[in-house]
C-alpha cells in the first residue's frame, strides 16, 4: 500500500497570475512638424485574490486582460511616455491600487529606439538632425545580403538588406481606392505608414574587362537612397512610396541595373479611445502584427532583362 494511491491528496492551487502580454502601444507626440515616437510592447501580470476564478469560476476579482489592455492605450494618451519605465510605474501602481483584489502587478516592457532619418550632409540618427522631422530608421542593424553566382565565365552578384524597419508618422494616406461589398476599410489622409524592408539589386558588371563596383560604398550608397526616398515621399501608397525608392536607386547609382522589394505593410491601427472619454488626434495607435499586405515589385533600368525571381525560397 503506498499512500497515494489509497488516499489520494487534493490539488490545491499554485502560484498563479494573469494579464494581457504583448500590447503594441505606438504613441507620437507632435511638436509642430517634429514628431516624437514612443514604440513599447508592455506586458502585464496581476496576482492577488484569485482562487474563487479557478475553483468556482466566480471572476468577481477578475479584471479583464482585455480591460488591462485599454489601460496600457488609454494611459499613452493621458500620461505619455516619458520612460519605460515611468510608464510601468504609472501602470503598475494603477493596478494595484485601484482594485483591491489585486496585490501584486508586474509590468515588462520592451522598447523599440527609433532613430531620425536625415536629409542629405546631416549626420544621420542625431537628435535634432534635419530631416521630415517624421521619419525613422528603427534602431539595430539591418542585414546586409549577397549572392554571387560564376559559372567560369560571367558573374552575377545579387546584394541586398533586409530587416530594415523604417515609419513615417505623417506624410502618409490611403484613399480613392476600388471597394467592393467586403470593403470595409476607411479611407484615410494621414496615417502611419512603416514598413521592414528587404531589397536585393542586382549588378550590371559581370566580369571581363570591366572592374567591379565598390561593393561596400555601393552598399551605402544604395541603402542610403532608400531611405531618403522613403522619408522624402509623400505617400498614397506603398507601392507608391516602393516605386521611388527603387527608382532612385535605379538613378543614382549606374552600377545597379534592377531591384526588387518586398515591403509588408506594418499596419498601426489608430485606438478609439472615445469610451473612456479620450480623444485621439493621432496620437496612440495598435502596431498590429498580422496579417501584413505585402508589396512587392521590381524596377528595371530601361532595356535590361528581369533577373532577380519573385518568388525565392529565401532572401
Ligand atoms: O499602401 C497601401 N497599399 C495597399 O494596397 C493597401 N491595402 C490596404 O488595405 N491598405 C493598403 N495600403
Redesign the pocket.
Known amino acids: 500500500m503506498t499512500a497515494h494511491s489509497d488516499h489520494p491528496r487534493p490539488a490545491v492551487l499554485g502560484q498563479n497570475q494573469y494579464g494581457k502580454e504583448e500590447c503594441r502601444v505606438v504613441r507620437i507626440t507632435r511638436d509642430g512638424d517634429t514628431h516624437h515616437v514612443k514604440d513599447l510592447s508592455v506586458s502585464v501580470a496581476l496576482r492577488g485574490d484569485m482562487d474563487e476564478v479557478h475553483l468556482s469560476g466566480s471572476n468577481a476579482t477578475v479584471l479583464p486582460t482585455d480591460t488591462t489592455k485599454n489601460t496600457v492605450f488609454a494611459f499613452a494618451k493621458e500620461y505619455g511616455v516619458e520612460s519605460a519605465e515611468q510608464f510601468g510605474i504609472h501602470l503598475a501602481r494603477h493596478f494595484v491600487t485601484s482594485q483591491p483584489a489585486i496585490h501584486r502587478a508586474r509590468i515588462r516592457v520592451e522598447e523599440y529606439a527609433w532613430e531620425r532619418i536625415a536629409s542629405a550632409g546631416t549626420a544621420s540618427g542625431a537628435d535634432g538632425a534635419e530631416g521630415t522631422g517624421h521619419s525613422f530608421v528603427r534602431k539595430g542593424q539591418e542585414v546586409r545580403t549577397a549572392q554571387i553566382t560564376y559559372d567560369g565565365s560571367s558573374w552575377e552578384v545579387v546584394s541586398g538588406l533586409k530587416d530594415l524597419v523604417v515609419m513615417n508618422s505623417t506624410g502618409s494616406e ?1 484613399q480613392g481606392f476600388a471597394k467592393d461589398r467586403y470593403t470595409t ?1 476607411q479611407e484615410t489622409r494621414d496615417r502611419i505608414l512603416a514598413t521592414e524592408v528587404a531589397a536585393r539589386w542586382r549588378y550590371s558588371w559581370s566580369g571581363g574587362e570591366e572592374p567591379p563596383p565598390q561593393w561596400d560604398l555601393s552598399y551605402r550608397q544604395a541603402r542610403e537612397h532608400i531611405l531618403r526616398a522613403f522619408a522624402e515621399t509623400y505617400s498614397r ?3 507608391q512610396t516602393l516605386y521611388q525608392m527603387g527608382s532612385r536607386v535605379i538613378e543614382h547609382r549606374p552600377e545597379i541595373e534592377e531591384i526588387r522589394f518586398s515591403l509588408p ?1 506594418k499596419h498601426h491601427f489608430l485606438v478609439d479611445l472615445e469610451p473612456f472619454g479620450l480623444g485621439n488626434d493621432n496620437e496612440v495607435y495598435f502596431a498590429a502584427d498580422r496579417p501584413y ?1 505585402l ?1 512587392e515589385a521590381t524596377m528595371l533600368r530601361d532595356g535590361a532583362e528581369p533577373r532577380i525571381p519573385a518568388d525565392p525560397a529565401t532572401l
Open positions: 490611403f476599410l501608397s506603398l507601392q505593410n499586405g508589396i
